[in-house]
């Protein structure tokens, strides 16, 4: 779609499973992508860990899904936000929810991997920004490498919805961050 529009120094903004999907679009065609900013992605995860997570996904997405969000909140959480995504969760296909899972965590592609995301997110070579509700998944992204104009920031007391917990917040440190960048040539 980037191409087809003839857009040039994008920036991708991606949250959670989007996050997974706009780092593997920045290490795939990083000529296509000016920088990232990534909200809490979860692509620190344990095969071990996962394992008992996908079998429960394929037993009942749903329920699975409402678990799985249940972890999502912190003391900033607006009190809406977790009723509207029990009601989104509820309102797609179970199907869609266990593909969209298990598609980033389970096989050889699952990005979500830590053992597959790795060495695949050492190849993002663009700007990238990325806000964390804690500090065990920031020291993940914290090592890989780095250039001069990344950032990595923990928002403690914050749940896996920045963006919609603190959107001013969001807005203003997303907007500090890229008017930092250079306007050409920007890479690590």
Do not use: C
């Not at 003839?6 to 997974?20: K, N, P």
């Amino acid at each position: 779609m980037i191409e087809d529009l003839g857009l040039r120094d994008v920036v991708i903004i991606g949250h959670s499973l989007g996050a997974i999907v706009a780092s593997a679009l920045a290490a795939d065609h990083a000529d296509l992508v000016r920088a990232l900013v990534l909200v809490d992605p979860p692509y620190s995860y344990d095969d071990e860990m996962m394992r008992p997570a996908l079998e429960a996904l394929r037993a009942d997405p749903h329920g699975f899904a409402s678990k799985a969000f249940g972890y999502f909140y912190g003391g900033a959480t607006p009190a809406w936000l977790p009723t509207w995504h029990r009601r989104r969760v509820l309102s797609t296909a179970a199907e869609v929810v266990e593909g969209t899972f298990a598609g980033l965590y389970d096989g050889d592609e699952g990005l979500g991997r830590r053992a597959l995301s790795q060495d695949y997110l050492r190849r993002r070579n663009v700007p990238t920004f990325a806000a964390y509700a804690a500090a065990g998944p920031a020291e993940y992204e914290e090592s890989f490498s780095h250039g001069p104009h990344d950032q990595i920031a923990v928002w403690d007391g914050y749940g896996h919805f920045l963006h919609l917990e603190a959107p001013e917040r969001f807005a203003a440190a997303t907007r500090a961050w890229l008017d930092q960048l250079p306007t050409t040539g920007v890479s690590r």
